[in-house]
């Protein structure tokens, strides 16, 4: 049995003993990064501490969940950030950072990044012998990793983290950045924390769209986000929301009510914007479509079909290292048959291979289909690859509201 049947989903775990197992046995000491390279949000950092007149070199930084990410070391490298704690659970990973981080340290004197073995869902308030609070905390994928649904048990692990987070924050100017897809579950589970937060903690959330193609020329199909929540102490009723728009290198901010919805939406429209520029058509193929999306073309009337619905899939593997390219190819081929039992034309769109955790990843991938045949369409790519795929879950589901129709 391979290594991820024995250890279950990465997605939603945190404990030592898990994690520690999986810096064993799956990772084999292979940097990770998460969903994008510091050079992608740089220039959120700028936009933190411009309005605070500090320069980002003299931020102290903590690092929650850094397994055995690079980031620490760039930051020193490229913008002389020399002081910085990184924790995480798995004391395997942590010593593998000791280790890295001695040889780095000699040959970079004025670097003082530590690697401490620490539960973030835990308090942290000793976590440096000094006791000296905390700039920022910063979160590449953690947070994504932790929180696998919206439910009781990923709330309270919502509220631990950023409880624990506050503590050692700086209580007016501190912040916690994360890097993040911004799957629907995880906007749901910051925005409820936020709201029953209701300013005590927390003052105000500012989501920044990255945009990997302008900063670094990489092509994706998922945009990732940046997520700031800032500190805050009492005397507020609600937290503020503003949305960053990335156009051409400079933010522009946009305020917004503070709901889900609102949130939400602002995230989805700019995924949708992400995908119609262009900058996630690296993988498709106008001459295999089997629907038509001109919307402005001819003034076309056609009302779309209720029934359809636009979904997205997230296709989770056992094992690294699955050919998601072959198989992203065989769906987007004639993958069903008359035999499956489907009532409805399906077409499987854009895709794009995610990364979990650690060498892991899943691949995400659009498909249009009727309401009455989503749970089918599931149901049959598990059954299809029960020897490879440990679940297909659905996200963002739909109707469908622009003049896409299907040809005839």
């Keep these: 049995m391979n290594a991820l049947q024995n250890l279950g989903d990465p997605a939603g775990h945190s404990s030592a003993e898990y994690w520690d197992k999986f810096f064993t046995t799956v990772t084999n000491s292979t940097v990770f990064e998460w969903y994008c390279d510091l050079v992608d949000f740089i220039s959120v950092f700028h936009s933190i501490t411009a309005p605070l007149h500090l320069p980002i070199s003299s931020l102290f930084l903590l690092h929650g969940g850094t397994g055995n990410s690079d980031l620490i070391f760039e930051l020193f490298t490229q913008h002389n950030v020399s002081k910085s704690i990184a924790i995480d659970i798995s004391s395997v990973a942590i010593e593998e950072m000791k280790q890295k981080s001695s040889q780095f340290s000699s040959e970079n004197p004025k670097f003082l990044?530590?690697?401490?073995?620490?539960?973030?869902?835990?308090?942290?308030?000793?976590?440096?012998?000094?006791?000296?609070?905390?700039?920022?905390?910063?979160?590449?994928?953690?947070?994504?990793?932790?929180?696998?649904?919206?439910?009781?048990?990923?709330?309270?692990?919502?509220?631990?983290?950023?409880?624990?987070?506050?503590?050692?924050?700086?209580?007016?100017?501190?912040?916690?950045?994360?890097i993040s897809l911004a799957e629907e579950h995880v906007v749901r589970l910051l925005v409820d924390y936020l709201q029953n937060d209701s300013g005590e903690s927390w003052k105000k959330l500012d989501v920044f769209e990255l945009d990997p193609f302008f900063t670094s020329g990489k092509k994706g199909k998922l945009r990732p986000f940046c997520f700031v929540v800032h500190r805050g102490v009492g005397g507020e009723e609600a937290v503020t929301f503003n949305f960053n728009n990335f156009i051409n290198g400079q933010y522009a901010t946009t305020k917004g009510e503070f709901s889900f919805e609102s949130v939400n939406?602002?995230?989805?429209?700019?995924?949708?914007?992400?995908?119609?520029?262009?900058?996630?058509?690296?993988?498709?193929?106008?001459?295999?479509?089997?629907?038509?999306?001109?919307?402005?073309?001819?003034?076309?009337?056609?009302?779309?079909?209720?029934?359809?619905c636009c979904a997205t899939l997230h296709i989770k593997p056992f094992e690294p290292g699955f050919n998601w390219e072959q198989f992203a190819t065989k769906l987007k081929s004639e993958y069903f048959t008359e035999e499956d039992g489907l009532t409805s034309n399906y077409e499987f769109k854009d895709y794009e291979i995610v990364p979990v955790g650690y060498g892991v990843c899943k691949l995400v991938i659009t498909i249009v289909t009727s309401f009455e045949d989503l749970d089918l369409v599931v149901e049959l790519i598990g059954d299809k690859e029960d020897d490879d795929i440990s679940s297909v879950d659905v996200e963002d589901v739909r109707q469908l509201v622009s003049d896409l129709k299907f040809k005839t």
Excluded: W
């Excluded at 924050?169 to 916690?176: A, D, I, S, V």
């Excluded at 939406?265 to 119609?276: L, M, P, T």
């Excluded at 520029?277 to 999306?293: D, L, P, T």
């Design 265 to 308: 939406n602002a995230v989805n429209d700019s995924r949708d914007s992400y995908a119609e520029a262009g900058y996630n058509n690296s993988n498709n193929n106008s001459n295999n479509n089997n629907i038509n999306n001109n919307k402005d073309t001819n003034n076309s009337t056609n009302t779309p079909d209720a029934s359809m």
């Design 113 to 178: 990044g530590e690697f401490l073995q620490a539960d973030v869902l835990q308090p942290l308030l000793n976590i440096h012998q000094t006791n000296s609070l905390f700039d920022g905390y910063v979160d590449k994928g953690l947070f994504d990793a932790m929180m696998s649904k919206f439910d009781e048990e990923c709330k309270e692990k919502t509220s631990a983290l950023f409880t624990s987070a506050a503590s050692v924050l700086k209580p007016t100017t501190g912040f916690y950045l994360a």
